[in-house]
């Protein structure tokens, strides 16, 4: 894990609760991008010497993490990320396909084409990780093309509202995507879009969009024959 290093602030209570938010945006991102998998053990004293912080902010970072529903915490078991769950994976693709296809179609509003601008600088940085193995820089990637998208057409807290739902979501695509030729896919998917975008067929720029989002219907199905244990109630026999 990366080290912390969070400026100096006059509050400490202030500077406290942004090495906390610090310590929740990386652990959260080594957790969906499969850096830490399922059902693996967290222990507050080895994150915090791991992140070269106290434990304090960690306990903070596990509470949101917690309540996010990306680990566990058990007086038995102690503390462990979270197992899969099928039913929130589909929630979430139900969700995310309905609304950002909807922000696209239905937005009623022109694409801003500075924004658009943004949006293909983002792709190129995309197609340049194909082949990185960096899945945090393509995890900020994809999610900086779906924010992109929805702040193009006037809506970026549909973007937010999606965050929300998200997480098992985005760690089957990326338990499944450390394949170069998976991750080619989903950014040659991303281009299809833009391109109907650019194109103005809204229409068919919102179609392709739903399909790329409930591809993650075939992932998991495919992830969870190979890795039974990374979902809940497929851990036994």
Same mark, same amino acid.
């Given at each position: 894990m990366l080290r912390?290093?969070?400026p100096?602030?006059?509050?400490?209570?202030?500077?406290?609760n942004t090495?906390?938010?610090k310590a929740?945006?990386?652990?959260?991102?080594?957790i969906?991008?499969?850096?830490?998998?399922?059902?693996?053990?967290?222990?507050?004293?080895?994150?915090?010497q791991a992140?070269?912080i106290?434990r304090?902010?960690v306990?903070?970072a596990?509470t949101?993490?917690?309540?996010?529903?990306?680990?566990?915490?058990?007086?038995?078991?102690?503390t462990?990320v979270?197992?899969i769950d099928?039913t929130?994976?589909r929630?979430?693709m139900?969700?995310?396909?309905?609304l950002e296809?909807?922000?696209?179609a239905?937005?009623?509003?022109d694409?801003d084409?500075?924004?658009?601008d943004?949006?293909?600088?983002?792709?190129?940085?995309q197609?340049r990780?194909?082949?990185?193995?960096d899945?945090g820089?393509l995890h900020r990637?994809?999610?900086?093309?779906?924010?992109?998208l929805m702040?193009?057409f006037?809506?970026p807290?549909?973007?937010?509202?999606?965050?929300?739902?998200?997480?098992?979501m985005?760690?089957?695509q990326?338990l499944i995507?450390?394949?170069p030729?998976?991750i080619?896919?989903?950014? /040659?998917?991303h281009?299809a879009v833009?391109?109907?975008?650019?194109?103005?067929d809204?229409?068919? /720029?919102a179609r392709?969009l739903a399909k790329?989002?409930r591809?993650v219907?075939?992932?998991?199905a495919d992830?969870?024959r190979?890795?039974q244990?990374?979902?809940?109630?497929?851990?036994?026999?």
């Amino acid at each position: 894990m990366l080290r912390l290093n969070a400026p100096l602030l006059a509050d400490q209570g202030e500077r406290r609760n942004t090495i906390s938010a610090k310590a929740y945006v990386e652990l959260r991102e080594a957790i969906i991008t499969a850096r830490v998998l399922p059902g693996a053990g967290l222990a507050e004293t080895e994150v915090a010497q791991a992140m070269g912080i106290s434990r304090t902010p960690v306990r903070e970072a596990f509470t949101r993490l917690f309540d996010e529903g990306l680990i566990e915490i058990s007086p038995q078991t102690g503390t462990r990320v979270s197992l899969i769950d099928n039913t929130r994976v589909r929630e979430a693709m139900f969700i995310r396909a309905t609304l950002e296809s909807a922000v696209v179609a239905d937005s009623g509003v022109d694409p801003d084409p500075g924004m658009l601008d943004e949006l293909e600088l983002s792709l190129r940085a995309q197609e340049r990780l194909v082949h990185s193995g960096d899945m945090g820089a393509l995890h900020r990637a994809d999610m900086g093309f779906h924010a992109g998208l929805m702040a193009a057409f006037g809506h970026p807290r549909a973007w937010t509202a999606c965050q929300h739902v998200s997480a098992d979501m985005m760690r089957v695509q990326f338990l499944i995507g450390m394949k170069p030729d998976h991750i080619k896919a989903i950014v /040659a998917e991303h281009r299809a879009v833009l391109e109907q975008v650019l194109a103005g067929d809204l229409a068919s /720029a919102a179609r392709l969009l739903a399909k790329h989002i409930r591809n993650v219907d075939i992932d998991q199905a495919d992830l969870k024959r190979e890795h039974q244990e990374f979902f809940r109630g497929g851990e036994g026999p």
